[in-house]
């Protein structure tokens, strides 16, 4: 089964698509991906979930390691496709301080056009 997270690139806008299990295995393609993306000096990512249906400990880790450096590299973060079980979670780890969640991409890329 693809552990791959794939990335897609809109303007100043990358996309992180993630696969249906986010675990430690998920590591080394969300790392590529993400740098492809900082190296196309993209000023915001989007965390796509909408395939996803289990994240575990290492799958959380991953995704606040993830926007750890998004944040600290001045670029803005939101996720979307998450479960309401995984929004209070994210919630719970206090990712929602540093993420912005959105109901899905459209919502996503019509902040971002407020914000440019």
């Not at 993630?18 to 740098?35: G, H, K, L, M, S």
Request: with cysteine.
């Amino acid at each position: 089964m693809a552990k791959e997270v794939g990335y897609r690139q809109n303007g100043t806008i990358g996309f992180m698509d993630f696969p249906r299990d986010v675990t430690a295995q998920t590591r080394e393609t969300a790392y590529n991906a993400y740098n492809i993306l900082a190296r196309a000096k993209v000023n915001a990512i989007g965390l796509n979930f909408e395939s996803s249906d289990y994240l575990n400990s290492a799958g959380i880790g991953l995704v606040i390691g993830l926007v750890e450096d998004a944040t600290q590299s001045g670029r803005k973060v939101y996720g979307y496709g998450l479960s309401s079980h995984y929004r209070k979670l994210f919630s719970m780890v206090g990712l929602t301080e540093r993420i912005v969640l959105v109901a899905n991409e459209q919502e996503m890329l019509e902040l971002c056009s407020q914000n440019s």
